[in-house]
């Protein structure tokens, strides 16, 4: 059993660019979550999903989309990349909203 | 919003000494949890509290939850490197119906053999 598995690992990307970080689960968790980590402001949700076919913004939502199409999958796209989404982006996956949070391996992000 | 906020920012000691890290609320938790995340790695759950006042134990690591569900403190007992990392709690909140997690901004404790 996988867990969450997130691709790429990590990225260069150009300013403006379009980038979709993927995210899959096989744990069968009804909730998806993604966050992004930055030295000195801790985790922040930008996005959540408590069941297939639903989202919700979270803290930081502006410049990210989600879709949630099934129950294993949450991709995270940035439209049009700025710098300021230069970070360390994590996908979590619970059982159920507010039950203990499984993260992946997450995606190390550097927009230039 | 909420708000959840914990004390130290960092932490250096040496083996064998304590540590505590504490998390304070702005509002009442429907459960607090903590989380452990290694250097380059991910975050890692340790536990969840639910009841007021309650305290859970793993090994060397106390948990405890404030009788008003506002704070939470975790004490790790004679520290070894392995304990090395950065410490999260996060609270979860009914609202509107469903639960958010709130993550802390986390305690690094560097632990010197």
């Known amino acids: 059993i996988a867990g969450i598995t997130q691709a790429p690992t990590s990225q260069i990307l150009a300013a403006g660019r379009r980038m979709t970080l993927r995210c899959t689960q096989d744990?069968?968790?009804?909730?998806m979550y993604w966050y992004r980590q930055d030295l000195g402001l801790g985790l922040r949700l930008i996005h959540y999903s408590n069941t297939a076919g639903t989202t919700g913004k979270g803290e930081v939502p502006d410049g990210y989309s989600v879709s949630r199409a099934n129950t294993d999958d949450f991709p995270l796209t940035l439209a049009s990349a700025v710098p300021s989404q230069t970070s360390v982006y994590f996908c979590?996956?619970?059982?159920?909203?507010?039950?203990?949070?499984?993260f992946g391996p997450g995606t190390r992000l550097l927009v230039l | 919003g909420q708000q959840v906020m914990q004390i130290p920012q960092y932490q250096h000691v040496q083996e064998g000494e304590d540590f505590t890290t504490y998390c304070n609320s702005s509002t009442t938790l429907s459960n607090i949890q903590w989380y452990k995340q290694r250097p380059g790695g991910h975050p890692v759950f340790l536990i969840q509290l639910v009841k007021s006042g309650e305290v859970k134990k793993q090994k060397r690591l106390t948990f405890q939850f404030g009788e008003a569900k506002k704070n939470s403190s975790l004490h790790i007992t004679a520290t070894q490197t392995t304990d090395v990392g950065t410490y999260f709690c996060a609270g979860s909140r009914l609202d509107s119906g469903y639960s958010t997690l709130t993550f802390g901004k986390g305690t690094m404790l560097l632990v010197s053999p």
């Open positions: 744990m069968r968790h009804n909730a």
């Open positions: 979590a996956s619970s059982p159920t909203h507010g039950a203990a949070e499984y």
